[in-house]
Structures are given as C-alpha cells and as structure tokens.
C-alpha cells in the first residue's frame, strides 16, 4: 500500500520511525509520529483553509507539551545519569537524540506549511498578516497609535548588565532580546579594569510582551480581516525604549521549561500548600528549549544560551512567527464560514424525552451517549435536577478536569446549599489544571461541599457521578460512567461515551468504590467494575486469556478496542500471545502505541489504526467476541503503566444489549474510514488509507447515525395521535 500524499506537500514528511528492540517502538517517537500526523491535516489541501490553520495550531500547542513534559522528563534522568533503557532497548541519551532530531524536522516542516502555503492562502481569503515596513500609511498610522496608546506606556524593558543580572523569563512567553552598543563611557570603564576580566562590547535588555496583551492586532482594512502581531510592532518601536542608545539588535524568542515537577507528597503535610508549590518550582524550572527567530546573531545566541543554561541541542530556529498557537485566534475570527468546517451540532439522544425528568428517562432503560456527536447536555441536566430534587439525598462525583465556568461544579455547590450531601474528589495533581481545581475545590469547599484533594500517590482519574435518590420503592442510585472529563467545553470537540444507568449491582459497587478511595480502605467485593491500580490490567489480560483459551479450542476469536495509547508491556506481550494463538484483533489507537502490528511470527494477527479527523478521539471501548456473547466495556484508562499502576480508573461493563449494538458499530466505523485512517506499520510508521473511490469517513458517519436516529424518533411520533392529558 503506497501512502497517498497531498497535492501541497511541500516536502516529504519527516520519518520519526525506526525498528526498535524486539518488540516495542520507543513511546516518544511514536508520540511524535502522532504528531506528524496531525500536521499532515495542515497540509491537507482537501481540508477548509481556517481548519489547516488549526491543525497547525494543535501541533504547536502538542509540541509546547511534549517539550514541558516528555522532554523535561528525559533532561531529569539525563542529568541523573541514569542508566535505565526503555522497552526499545534506548538509553536515555539516545533518546534524547533521537526526538531532538525529529521535532527540529517538526518544526521545520510546521513553518514551512504556514509561511509557503497557509499564510498565503489566507491572505488571498482576506485574513491578512500586514508587514509595518511594507504596509500604507493607513495601517502605519493606526500601528503607531496602538502603540503609544496602548503597548508603550505597559510594557518594561529589562536591561542586563555587570550590575543587572538575567530576569526571570516565563515559560512559553513571548519576549524580545534586545542587543545596545555601550556607550563610550562605559567602554572607558572597562578597558581600565584588570586585563583577565573579558569586556563586553554590548549591553542586553528584554522585554517581556506577556499574555495580557492581544498578539493579534487588528488593522484597518477596506476588506476582510487585517492583522499586526504585537512582537512585530514592538519590534518595529525599539528604539523608543532605549532613547539615545544604538539598537544592534532585536529578536523574538521563547524558552520551554521543564514541567515534569511531581509533589513529593510523602513530605506535603498540606496538598493544596504543595500543589502550589509545585506551581511556583514550575515558573522557575530550567528551561529545555530556545525559539527564536532565525538570523539571530553569534553573540546573540551565545549570550542567551549561556544565560539560560542551554546547549545547541535546544536551540530551535524558526523562520517565521514563533507560537503558531495564534492561529486559534485566526480560527475563531468573525465571519469567513466558508473557511471553516460545517458545524455538526451535537444531537439528542433519541431515549431521551424532553418532557420527562432524567431521572424518569434513566428509569426506563440504560442510556449510552456517543459525544460529540450526542449532545453532553444530558448529563449537565442529570447533575443541575439533581441539585433541585428534593428526593435527592446524596451526590458523589470525582472532577479530573472542567471548563473555566463549569455548570457542573455550579450545580454541586447549588447542592450542597440545598442541603444535600455532596461529596467530591478533586484531583489537584491534574496536570495543567491544578490552578483551577485548587480554585474550584476551595469555592465549593465554602458551599459546604465535602471536598477530598485526591489520594496520596495516585491521580484519580475515574470519570464517575452517583446520585442518591429516595423514590416510592426505596433508594435508587443514578450513575453516570464516562471516558471523559466532566467539561461541556471540551465534550463538543473530544470522542467521549458516556453511559447512564441506575442498576442496581453498578450502583452498589460504584458506591463501594468511591466510600473506598474516599475512606483510604480497599477494593473488595467488585464483581462487575474493576478498578486500577487494583484489578484493571489483570482484568484485561484475562479477557485476552480467556480469548486465546477460545481460539485454541477452535472457536472464533476476536478483540476490538479503542484506546488513546497502548503502552504497558504486560498488555502488549498478551497481545502478542493472542496473536500467535490466532485471536484476531483490531485496535484503535489514537497516539503512542508501542506494539509492533503484522509481524510475521508475532504479530501478524493485529492491525492498529489511527482516525485523525475533526474531533479529538479520547473514548476507550473494548469488545470481547466471548464465545459469540460479547462482552464490552468503557474505560477511563489507557494502556499505559501510569494508568494501570499510578492513577485510579474504572472498566465499565456495558450490558444493555442495544448499548452493546451501538458500541460495538462505533468501534467497526473506525475500521471502515477511507479518509482519514492511518495504518500502522511493523516499523512505527504510517500509511495513509486514502482511496478515491471510497470516501467513508468514521466520523461523519458516527454524526449521521446520530443525526438520523433523531429523525427517525420524530417521524415515529408523528406516525400516531398523542393527546395532551392533565397531570
């Protein structure tokens, strides 16, 4: 199978891939052909113009991550000296290496798509990035009156010298470094000085731009959308922060510090004391890369690295804009639909009636929700009724993440006011949020909310809500099992399911669950969930087991599952047993798989595809053929040791034979795109399935099903008269 390129590639793509070990590919390598991959949809020129830009602001903000994270992490142990090797059998040092080499290619290939094909597009679309040295006297005037007005009188700059040591630079901000000629004086002083202290010719000073000011500038314009970036008009006005000095120089950069700082939560007598802690090491962490603009002189570049502690390994020259995450502000821009996707907006689920409360439409039967394409909005409206519900007695939830005005966290405090027991597990060690859950945990903590700052060495990353209800019958308790965050924002662009039930032998045991990490007690007694660190891998590898057992029997045998990464080598070598027993599996796997598919001998039974399409896919769903009575699950884990070992997650038994139905044809969908599924290759790389002739596309189908199931509902009530009676 040749792999389809697109009529605008530029270049050929980068090939972070290689064979690796006997039998795993390195976990960042293959992150980093994830990545590659969703640059690929930059370069897509089938794809709308203002959703290329987007992609290319993803794989910047997935850069900025990977930098913080994987590679601060990589830093810690290089200069530890450790002498671990991965699953792929590479030391640290090759490593490191090895994911240098390929994001300099990265970003290479990332300014190349905006500079040479992007940014012309969008110009010639009206969405114009304006040059103040080739701009009218219109767009000059209107600069210069943003920046007196606006710019100069807040920003700072910071001059370093003998007597003025390097600042504090934030992390992932934009910053100018400006070089200045000494004055005469001053060159004076210095070659009077002691011959062995080297003089410097040159002054340097910066100017931090910070995140409180627009990047994007607006211009005027008789047309379409004119725009200045800030660090570019700053730039322009340089010597109006430096009256009567020579400006030698002027150049853009940013430095990535190491995010990879773990409370050491042994030593913190208060969590939310050392989460802020953690908070504050993180703003003065050492940095791990250096962007700036390409043409940025020797001395230049020597100042900054000695300053900032830096080798050539972390310098990344860039020949454009630095920060391409600008352009989900070009995405957003007012106007120019034509240049962006159509909307698909979420559907209701056609069980659900409007009329009747959720908890009368959960009563009747299990409910299964596949997001973005059904809408989130049900389990918002689950949580706000269960605020209000004066038979509500109890609400029990766990929050790894939510939107900055979450309605859900609202609805629990609202609850809480109400009288209710409302008892919540907020995970202040999720990565990037801890900020706002410390805030969040603190406010409904006030409302009188019972608040559990997560369990001591774990992440709780469960997606899990219990509501307890007084009804005619007795208690009922109403779930909701997700494999997503609790965040209506993200719900309408992530792949999520979310199921809602009220069984009874779910319910007991979910609220085992939670009493047991809430009371620091063990797991005992699950018979239908399973929960990590305790019993999730080995429940996935007896399903594998159990599959292999099947197959050797002579029985049909076969795994599909969903995941976001496959990592843990416990369950790849199962699979690989599965494999060589004849099981047949398909798995799709988002980002880093480090399982080795259609290796003759090993694994010539498994095929691993990737779906990068409009939506985020983030649902895990696993299907077990069992015998022919399938057996299928949903997951807040990934297959990877710090899920299975390291965090608190939930397996989820779906049983609900059409919930079953719908689940295991969202999985086949995946399997079936001929549009934006990539097939993985024994070595790591990908291959592109791109056929003219057969255009499904996973995702838009899985819209349409949802869109025609609600057509269906209403043609079926209109089929019949249905009065209106009193209550």
Not at 85 to 99: F, I, T
Not at 303 to 314: A, G, I, P
Request: net charge neutral; charged share 25%; hydrophobic share 35%.
């Amino acid at each position: 199978m040749k792999k389809t390129l697109n009529k605008n590639d530029t270049q050929q793509n980068p090939k972070p891939h290689e064979l690796i070990g006997n039998h795993f590919i390195n976990r960042e390598i293959s992150w980093l052909e994830f990545n590659t991959r969703v640059l690929d949809q930059a370069d897509d020129s089938t794809l709308p113009l203002l959703e290329r830009a987007k992609f290319l602001a993803i794989t910047s903000s997935n850069l900025d991550e990977f930098m913080m994270v994987r590679i601060g992490s990589l830093k810690l142990q290089h200069d530890q000296n450790s002498p671990v090797r991965d699953p792929s059998g590479k030391s640290v040092g090759e490593q490191l290496q090895a994911v240098t080499d390929v994001c300099k290619k990265l970003v290479k290939r990332q300014t190349e798509i905006y500079t040479k094909a992007i940014e012309i597009l969008l110009s010639d679309s009206g969405i114009h990035r304006i040059s103040l040295g080739e701009c009218n006297e219109r767009c000059r005037h209107a600069a210069d009156r943003q920046f007196n007005d606006y710019i100069l009188p807040i920003l700072s700059p910071q001059i370093i010298n003998e007597a003025h040591p390097f600042p504090m630079v934030q992390g992932l901000g934009l910053h100018l470094c400006v070089r200045i000629r000494k004055t005469k004086s001053e060159t004076k002083d210095l070659a009077s000085q002691q011959e062995e202290i080297t003089c410097e010719k040159f002054d340097y000073a910066v100017i931090p731009i910070g995140k409180s000011l627009n990047r994007m500038l607006a211009m005027p314009s008789d047309n379409g959308h004119w725009y200045l970036l800030i660090e570019e008009l700053v730039e322009f006005h340089i010597t109006q922060f430096f009256p009567g000095r020579e400006i030698l120089e002027c150049v853009p950069f940013r430095i990535t510090r190491n995010a990879d700082i773990e409370l050491r939560e042994d030593s913190a007598a208060d969590l939310t004391v050392g989460m802020e802690e953690v908070l504050e090491s993180r703003k003065q962490s050492r940095p791990v890369r250096l962007e700036f603009r390409q043409g940025a002189s020797d001395e230049m570049l020597q100042f900054l690295s000695e300053r900032l502690n830096l080798t050539s390994q972390d310098l990344y020259p860039t020949d454009g804009p630095l920060d391409l995450t600008y352009l989900f502000g070009v995405h957003s821009l007012k106007g120019f639909d034509d240049l962006r996707d159509t909307p698909w907006p979420g559907q209701q689920n056609p069980n659900i009636d409007p009329a009747d409360s959720m908890f009368a439409n959960i009563a009747r039967q299990d409910l299964l929700l596949v997001h973005p394409y059904e809408s989130f909005d049900p389990i918002v409206r689950l949580i706000e009724e269960a605020a209000v519900d004066a038979n509500v007695l109890a609400i029990k939830q766990v929050l790894y993440r939510t939107s900055r005005d979450s309605p859900i966290v609202s609805a629990l405090q609202r609850a809480a006011q109400n009288g209710k027991y409302v008892s919540v597990i907020v995970e202040l060690k999720a990565r990037f949020d801890e900020a706002r859950n410390i805030e969040w945990a603190k406010e409904m903590e006030q409302s009188g909310v019972q608040v559990i700052y997560g369990i001591r060495g774990l992440k709780t990353h469960a997606k899990i809500c219990i509501i307890v209800r007084r009804e005619s019958q007795g208690i009922v308790r109403y779930m909701h099992f997700g494999t997503g965050n609790y965040n209506e924002v993200t719900a309408n662009i992530y792949s999520d399911v979310s199921l809602l039930t009220c069984k009874d032998d779910l319910g007991a045991e979910a609220t085992s669950f939670f009493n047991a990490i809430t009371g620091a007690s063990e797991l005992k007694h699950l018979q239908r969930i399973s929960a990590a660190p305790d019993s999730l891998r080995n429940r996935i590898l007896n399903l594998i087991e159990q599959e292999i057992t099947r197959c050797k029997q002579g029985q049909r045998a076969e795994i599909i599952a969903k995941i976001n990464a496959l990592v843990d080598p416990k369950v790849i070598e199962a699979f690989y047993r599965a494999s060589q027993a004849g099981v047949k599996i398909q798995l799709n796997v988002r980002g880093v798989c480090c399982l080795k598919p259609g290796v003759p001998g090993l694994s010539e039974n498994i095929q691993i595809v990737s779906i990068i399409d409009r939506f985020l896919e983030h649902a895990r769903i696993l299907y077990f053929r069992h015998g022919g009575s399938a057996q299928v699950f949903i997951s807040s884990a990934d297959w990877m040791p710090r899920n299975l070992d390291r965090r608190v997650e939930l397996l989820i038994p779906i049983d609900d034979h059409k919930c079953q139905e719908k689940l295991i044809n969202t999985l086949q969908s995946y399997f079936k795109d001929r549009t934006n599924a990539w097939v993985m290759q024994p070595d790591g790389s990908y291959q592109r399935i791109r056929k003219a002739n057969k255009t499904f596309r996973s995702q838009k189908h899985l819209y349409e099903t949802a869109k025609q199931a609600m057509v269906d509902k209403r043609q079926a009530r209109h089929a019949h008269f249905e009065p209106h009676r009193p209550k």
